[in-house]
């Protein structure tokens, strides 16, 4: 706070007049770096490697030893950017605890600023009226109280932001893809290298500002220009993007699907509009992803964007994100979210009435809507927005819709098409020994002989590899990225074999050291033996079965080039952005169905991409019996989109929710609600009849109990009330089924009578899924059985499950008196013990005869679980035992890691190994990684390229900020209850 001529002011606090004030928040972090405060509100140090980046940002990567820049002649990049460090909220060298810091600082301060004034004011004016002194001392008080309160968070922003860069300002103007740079040269900053470094600071600071206010660059600020320049190496946007940014229907703000083929820029538009969105509109923008995987990258992407542009990028994935969403007065967020948790996001808003917050949604992936499972969940999300009707903008994305008009429809949205890629993709199929090009054109889809393959094979290689597979990948390997789609994981893990065994020499002498080091990461993370070996030629196989560490280092492996094969099932193509110079897909089947039109084109869409290759290939191998068909799917066009909300009971789900949320209350009003989904318009029986699906899930509803008729009317009819059960609103907060939810109520009825205390065993059981398809060997877990500790032994009597049962187990007889699914959820939870124990991943694996993928599923849907059961307990009083237990065992089961290493681990894509890494250079907390500067931080730490340190710099320093900014929005919180 400046208070002119402070020391003559008669209404200064006695203590500040006499120069003794306590609290000096923009001094906060002096402790251990001088240069944390003292510095410029713009960092821009980029590496030499920059200006060969190509258009997406560098994805984060997770180990260590192989992770270094190559001088190899490779067209893959070379760099492997790695992953973010370590994440701890500690405590600081000599100051409180990050969290309570503001509170216990900041009040005992502000308290005794107003005692003092309230008494130098009692002394002061002892004839005034009482009444009159205190109102005025208390009007006093509380404008201090929020000025102190806004100077606080204002300085811990600025200095949070301003870290380290006064040691290194010549790098501001020197690096030639600096926006910086392109900003001077534009005439907005003048010539001032021979300022001093305060006025150089306060010229960036005062022309960024004044900057903010000029939209002039697609609506955003020149500032926005520079960002994509410096970090993501793109300095002018294709005609489409910029003819899309320019339509009137952004202009006016109406709902639009934009398709486009893989790599064609689409995500770009959706961050430019995101952009406008919490800068220029000052709302929120939600980000409907997919996969956790890609939700963690584009936070990794974002957090320099949101640094600079002081906006926040927030996190809902897995266990990770505020339900309801921290209410911001100062500072607008982009959400990151998976389906499921946008929908519990935009849930909890309209129960409070903050969903006119969020002014714009993007969708990635739309197609995904027509999916089982997530597709329901999807389409509800929407529905639920539109019917609503708080003039939310909707864009969703995709490369693969059949039914373009339909899914407009349900939007109300305009389409926008264009078939462009930015890298030309040549598709071709193999049949027989020749290769034949695919034409596309208006009449359809020809193909056109190339030419014959012929590879010098011998003959027991030929016999070996009758589909030549080896030559098709010879032909680009090493000197290109090769990815090998196969139907199944097993299929994946023999051709990989397969192509071991061919590799010529030029193959195997390719980055030799990088790939000892990538065998001794995987070693380290307990990877099997034929892939610690394939790792050697550089081939590689990537699918569910693998640990997630495991699949992170063959991703940044193969994006650096160091593996030059990687041998996949389809899932990659949609979830992972791995580039290649050439795809082959070995059969045109997906597991035992065949191919689709969208599940080619998405694998296809896979080779090629900008900054990587000038062209991109395709190849699909089909056997002479099998082409008639595949050539039926080319030329039959995408298949359509159709509503998933028909199964497994989502309409109920939809409905009960549009109940409890008081959207419709009435059954003519849960009517329109269902007809607004996607179900009228592309429902997948066209006999369907909604309005008579509408009223079977209603009677369901009733009769179930989570939904009640006011005044216990016996007949239903449009205009009777309905009111949702506790049971009702506690699924609904628990984002589950009313079927699941009632099973969790009956453990917990049960656990309640005996539940076993002695270790985390029988909670863990309870957060086990229901619906687990994982069987295990009973012979096996007669062997468990035996040897299971006090706790295992009591947990399991508990549960009904005696030494009468293992000994069927081991005999193979039946078990009748203990449901299969207990037997089931109870061996999940041993795993699930022993990993909460800290045994190593593939330990645990082996130890229950599972893929170490399945593992890692098991523990991702009992994150899940346990995430939804917390909800579940908030909204049922009695449940306050099971949810205190909860709690610390949800936010310790998402990674199941060493007690030191949990928080380092919430840093987006940040995996065990990179935090023990920067454990280990010296990097404590997060506030360590958030002082230090990218050479600091290459040094320390072995083979992090500097690209890869700035980003995470960033993301630490947005991390803080995020803090700093809930504790200002609790603050808020309680002044408004206060009425301050």
């Not at 000096?24 to 821009?44: D, Y």
């Not at 996190?315 to 969403?325: R, T």
């Not at 939007?411 to 596309?440: C, S």
């Amino acid at each position: 706070m400046n208070f002119p001529n402070e020391s003559c002011d008669p209404s200064t606090p006695k203590r500040r007049r006499l120069e003794i004030t306590r609290m000096k928040p923009q001094n906060v972090f002096k402790a251990g770096n001088s240069s944390f405060i003292n510095s410029t509100p713009i960092q821009l140090r980029l590496s030499s490697n920059l200006a060969n980046k190509c258009d997406s940002p560098p994805l984060p990567c997770n180990q260590i030893e192989y992770l270094s820049e190559s001088r190899s002649n490779s067209s893959v990049t070379n760099e492997i950017p790695c992953s973010p460090g370590v994440f701890e909220t500690c405590f600081f060298n000599d100051v409180e605890n990050w969290d309570s810091f503001i509170v216990s600082k900041n009040k005992e301060n502000i308290l005794m600023d107003c005692a003092d004034e309230f008494n130098d004011e009692f002394q002061r004016k002892p004839e005034q009226n009482i009444t009159t002194d205190c109102s005025m001392s208390t009007s006093k008080c509380e404008k201090l109280f929020r000025d102190e309160i806004e100077e606080s968070f204002k300085n811990l922003n600025q200095s949070l932001i301003n870290i380290n860069i006064n040691n290194d300002k010549s790098s501001l103007f020197e690096t030639k893809d600096s926006f910086l740079l392109d900003i001077r040269e534009s005439g907005i900053i003048a010539n001032q290298e021979n300022s001093k470094n305060d006025e150089i600071n306060k010229c960036i600071n005062n022309q960024v500002i004044s900057n903010m206010n000029q939209n002039n660059f697609y609506g955003l600020p020149m500032i926005v220009k520079g960002l994509f320049k410096t970090y993501r190496n793109i300095e002018k946007f294709y005609d489409w993007q910029e003819e899309c940014l320019n339509l009137d229907t952004i202009k006016e703000r109406r709902n639009l699907i934009y398709a486009l083929p893989t790599s064609g820029g689409k995500t770009l538009v959706a961050e430019v509009l995101m952009l406008r969105e919490v800068l220029n509109r000052k709302k929120n923008a939600l980000f409907i992803l997919p996969f956790v995987a890609i939700v963690q990258e584009k936070i990794w992407s974002l957090a320099p964007f949101a640094l600079q542009l002081d906006f926040l990028a927030e996190e809902y994935a897995g266990g990770k994100g505020h339900i309801p969403p921290k209410k911001r007065r100062k500072k607008n967020s982009i959400y990151i979210a998976t389906i499921e948790k946008g929908l519990a996001l935009i849930r909890s808003l309209i129960e409070l009435d903050r969903l006119d917050e969020i002014g714009l949604i993007v969708v990635d992936e739309l197609h995904l809507i027509g999916e089982t499972g997530r597709g329901s969940t999807l389409e509800m999300l929407l529905t639920t927005v539109i019917f609503a009707n708080k003039g939310i903008q909707i864009v969703g994305m995709s490369a693969t819709i059949g039914n373009l008009p339909d899914l407009a429809t349900f939007l109300k949205a305009d389409v926008y098409e264009k078939q462009f890629r930015p890298v030309e993709l040549v598709e071709y199929v193999k049949l027989g020994n020749v290769l034949h090009r695919i034409v596309w054109g208006p009449g359809g889809m020809e193909i056109v002989p190339d030419r014959e393959l012929s590879f010098d094979y011998s003959a027991a290689g030929a016999a070996l590899d009758p589909d030549a597979l080896g030559g098709l990948v010879g032909e680009t390997a090493p000197r290109g990225a090769c990815l090998v789609f196969c139907p199944t994981k097993r299929n994946c893990e023999n051709v990989a074999a397969l192509l071991c065994k061919l590799q010529r020499r030029e193959m195997t002498n390719h980055r030799v050291e990088e790939r000892v080091a990538l065998q001794k990461a995987l070693r380290n993370e307990g990877a099997g033996l034929d892939l610690v070996k394939f790792v050697r030629f550089g081939v590689a196989f990537h699918h569910a079965g693998l640990a997630g560490e495991e699949r992170a280092l063959l991703e940044h492996a193969f994006r650096s080039g160091v593996i030059s094969v990687l041998c996949c099932t389809s899932t990659l193509a949609a979830g992972v952005n791995l580039p290649a110079k050439r795809v082959i897909i070995r059969a045109p089947l997906i597991g035992r169905e065949f191919i689709t039109l969208g599940a080619y084109k998405q694998m296809v869409g896979r080779a090629g991409r900008a900054g990587v290759c000038e062209a991109g290939e395709s190849v699909v191998v089909c056997a002479a019996a099998a082409w008639a068909r595949l050539r039926g799917v080319l030329a039959g066009g995408l298949g359509a989109a159709r509503s998933a909300l028909g199964a497994g009971g989502a309409v109920g789900a939809l409905l009960l929710s549009g109940a409890a949320l008081r959207l419709a209350h009435t059954r003519a009003g849960l009517r329109a609600l269902l007809r607004t989904s996607l179900l009228p318009i592309a429902p997948p029986d066209p006999a369907l009849d909604v309005d008579g699906v509408c009223d079977d899930a209603v009677r369901a509803l009733l009769a179930s109990g989570a939904l009640e008729a006011r005044g216990g009317a016996d007949h239903i009819d449009d205009d009777t009330e309905l009111a949702v059960s506790k049971l009702g609103k506690a699924a609904i907060k628990g984002c589950m089924e009313l079927s699941v939810a009632k099973r969790l109520l009956e453990d917990f009825e049960v656990a309640s009578r005996s539940l076993v205390l002695m270790d985390s065993l029988h909670l863990l059981y309870l957060v086990t899924p229901h619906d687990s398809n994982m069987k295990p060997d009973y012979r096996h877990y007669y062997s468990l059985y035996c040897q299971l500790d006090e706790e295992g032994v009591q947990t399991a009597k508990v549960l009904g499950i005696t030494e009468m049962n293992a000994i069927r187990m081991m005999t193979g007889k039946p078990i009748t008196n203990v449901p299969e699914s207990v037997l089931c959820r109870f061996y999940i939870a041993l795993m699930l013990r022993d990993l909460w124990r800290q045994m190593p991943f593939p330990a645990v694996a082996e130890k229950y005869g599972v893929s170490r993928g399945a593992l890692q599923a098991a523990l991702s849907a009992a994150v899940a679980a346990a995430g939804g059961a917390l909800r579940l307990c908030d909204e049922l009083a009695p449940l306050w035992p099971f949810r205190a237990l909860l709690e610390p065992l949800a936010l310790r089961l998402q990674h199941c890691a060493a007690p030191g290493l949990e928080r380092l681990l919430e840093l987006p894509a940040v995996r065990k190994a990179r935090a023990l890494q920067l454990l280990r250079g010296g990097y404590k907390c997060v506030e360590d990684v958030a002082r230090a500067s990218a050479d600091e931080l290459t040094a320390a730490i072995s083979h992090l390229s500097r690209t890869a340190a700035d980003h995470l710099i960033s993301s630490a320093r947005m991390m803080l900020i995020q803090k700093v900014e809930n504790l200002r929005a609790e603050a808020e919180d309680v002044m408004e209850g206060l009425k301050i």
